[in-house]
């Protein structure tokens, strides 16, 4: 049995009221309470997520809930001992955010180096919470260093979370801006990044690396469907399945105003899905540095997201229109 655990500068486009991406039911109550490393997100008096900002290399949501309360996300490392779950890739942590070369360092998988599970590595490092209060929205706000293995800082990191949900979904807005800091930084062209959950295996359309119970179906918003949509570009991509005896699932959405919209995604049958501007020539088979990108010093890369755990598969939950809805009207 799968067991539950315990701003803005100038450069921010305007954000759309989270409402618009959730059904016409009524939305529910978010709490936000303060821990010790973490923030908890409940909706009508029932967990949702934590945002984890200590013990990881990186900020991380785990777990994530559907508004039935099943929990969509693998477990592994963070829980250990679930049935099923594969024990691969022990980055791939529920739901975060890094990237394969940023400035010439991984971000992504920093320990797969040789640094050990305690030396020094590339990092995300939690510096403070600006915002944290509920009501029918949850709005989390915090910053970051992006720092090298010596604690020198590339990026400054600055993000919103708009916490939501109704009888039909759960959703979280978010919202990134990276500013470089000392120099340009280059976000290089690799398909190891960039904005990524790991799904539980049944959600994965297979099998592999040990997991058991795949039986889920990968789809994005131009149609293609399971290991046919890896690398390629959209506004959307679902992964559904049958978990617990009903169909759940999760989408992510790509905002208009993103880079390189509509990105390409980092989509994997094993459950890894990701949604990655940058790894262009990885996707394409293009020229290596295609997908290169320089965020200049002082200046801001912004990056915006919609995560909705729904009920139904996609087309039950509507996930066309909700990202309509969401993208102001239309996603192109």
Not at 46 to 67: C, M, N, Q, S, V
Not at 131 to 155: M, N, S
Not at 289 to 317: C, K, M, Q, W
Request: charged letters at 25%; aromatic letters at 8%; a negative charge.
């Amino acid at each position: 049995m799968r067991r539950a655990a315990s701003m803005a500068a100038p450069v921010l486009v305007a954000l759309a009221p989270v409402a618009l991406a959730l059904t016409s039911a009524a939305r529910a109550e978010v709490v936000l309470e303060r821990g010790e490393g973490r923030v908890t997100v409940s909706i009508d008096g029932a967990p949702f997520t934590e945002y984890r900002h200590a013990g990881h290399d990186k900020p991380i949501l785990w777990p994530l809930r559907a508004p039935s309360g099943v929990t969509l996300t693998r477990a592994w490392p963070v829980e250990k001992g679930v049935e099923g779950e594969p024990q691969d890739h022990p980055h791939h942590e529920s739901l975060w955010f890094t990237h394969g070369a940023v400035g010439g360092h991984d971000f992504w998988a920093p320990r797969a180096h040789g640094a050990g599970p305690d030396g020094p590595v590339p990092r995300v490092e939690h510096e403070r919470i600006e915002r944290c209060e509920g009501g029918a929205t949850g709005i989390l706000e915090t910053t970051a260093r992006w720092v090298d293995p010596d604690g020198k800082p590339l990026l400054a990191e600055r993000r919103r979370m708009e916490f939501a949900g109704d009888a039909a979904a759960r959703t979280i807005d978010v919202t990134l801006e990276l500013s470089a800091l000392a120099g340009p930084v280059t976000f290089g062209d690799t398909k190891e990044g960039t904005f990524a959950l790991r799904v539980r295996p049944e959600l994965q359309p297979k099998d592999t690396n040990g997991s058991r119970g795949a039986a889920g179906r990968l789809v994005n918003s131009e149609g293609l469907v399971d290991g046919a949509a890896w690398g390629k570009r959209a506004r959307w991509v679902d992964y559904s399945g049958t978990v617990e005896g009903k169909p759940r699932g999760i989408a992510v959405f790509d905002h208009p105003t993103n880079l390189r919209h509509p990105t390409w995604w980092h989509a994997r049958e094993y459950g890894l899905f990701a949604a990655n501007p940058f790894g262009i020539h990885d996707f394409t088979g293009g020229q290596a540095g295609e997908g290169d990108h320089v965020v200049p010093e002082g200046g801001t890369l912004v990056l915006r997201y919609l995560v909705v755990f729904h009920e139904g598969d996609a087309e039950a939950a509507g996930i066309e229109g909700r990202y309509r809805a969401w993208a102001g009207g239309g996603g192109e």
